[in-house]
């Protein structure tokens, strides 16, 4: 079993042989499900490292929609931790956000690129 970072569906290995079958994807390259291992990490190492990663995802480039597809991986993978331990809270900055806009109304942040929320 294959699991797309793009659109994050598993598929089976036979499935995947030149795109993915769920999004289409053919630059991308699966993670393989049969390699699943544990690492011992602090919920506040994964923060930092998730955090950072969104954060080179979300840099300007002359693509947006690059950028964007960036940082749909990003937030797929962030998403499948958290479901995993739910208690921890948000891993990442655009999930920070979230909770101060539950907690305190329409938070205004500059220089942070969060995921469009309609495709352009």
Not at 33 to 46: D, G, M, Q
Not at 66 to 75: D, F, K, T
Request: glycine fraction near 6%; hydrophobic fraction near 35%.
């Amino acid at each position: 079993m294959w699991l797309c970072l793009k659109c994050s569906q598993e598929c089976k290995s036979n499935e995947r042989a030149q795109a993915c079958p769920h999004c289409g994807d053919t630059r991308g390259i699966p993670a393989d499900l049969a390699t699943l291992r544990s690492f011992e990490i602090t919920p506040h190492e994964l923060r930092v490292l998730v955090i950072w990663a969104e954060r080179w995802a979300a840099i300007e480039r002359s693509n947006p929609s690059a950028r964007a597809e960036m940082q749909r991986v990003v937030y797929g993978i962030a998403d499948r931790l958290s479901l995993q331990h739910p208690d921890v809270g948000p891993l990442t900055f655009a999930g920070e956000l979230t909770q101060l806009r539950d907690h305190y109304g329409e938070v205004d942040v500059k220089g942070f690129n969060e995921l469009p929320m309609e495709e352009t």
